[in-house]
């Protein structure tokens, strides 16, 4: 006699589907029943700094995803926040990618094409090598190059905006978490 239940994640991405699924196979055979395993599945919500979504007022939303960026990863982002937030209008603030040696130019340029691709209207970016997202990017994308982490604030004005969602990533030594804080103060 098989068991089903039907579990809801908290934490988005496909990625948590698969940690989901790995961390029943391992609990189910280590014998916890499948009514517990369910119940930590979805208490689960995920972590700081990693694709938290924070809903705000005027069906606003800012993605903070600011703990790490490579190449994979902010395409992935870029990707999950389109398919979530197909609806609303989207804005990409973008760190320097860090530690990319000689490819570095050439992943900041695919980042900018692949935002444009993913239906992203505006982008800022902040740092030496963020100049490069908006190099070769569609020109209806708008583009605003940061001197500070809070001056954000010159270009954003979340009490005037209305169904937006704000993908703030970067690079650890970036610190992309300041603006983030400073758009969400």
Request: net charge positive; glycine share 6%; hydrophobic share 35%.
């Amino acid at each position: 006699d098989k068991k089903q239940v039907q579990i809801t994640l908290k934490a988005p991405g496909i990625n948590n589907i698969y940690n989901s699924l790995c961390s029943a196979s391992l609990a189910i055979k280590a014998g916890v029943d499948l009514e517990t395993v369910a119940t930590g599945i979805e208490s689960f919500e995920g972590i700081n700094n990693r694709f938290k979504i924070i809903e705000l007022k005027n069906q606003n939303v800012i993605i903070n995803d600011t703990y790490n960026a490579n190449p994979d990863s902010m395409q992935k982002a870029i990707e999950m926040t389109s398919k979530i937030f197909q609806f609303k209008k989207k804005i990409a603030i973008l760190g320097d990618m860090l530690e990319l040696g000689k490819i570095s130019e050439e992943e900041h340029i695919k980042v900018g094409n692949h935002l444009a691709i993913n239906g992203f209207s505006e982008l800022y970016s902040f740092g030496d090598k963020a100049d490069n997202y908006a190099k070769k990017i569609n020109k209806t994308v708008v583009y605003g190059k940061l001197k500070n982490h809070s001056e954000i604030k010159k270009y954003i004005n979340l009490d005037s905006t209305t169904n937006t969602v704000i993908l703030v990533k970067g690079s650890r030594g970036m610190r992309m978490e300041k603006i983030f804080d400073s758009l969400n103060n």
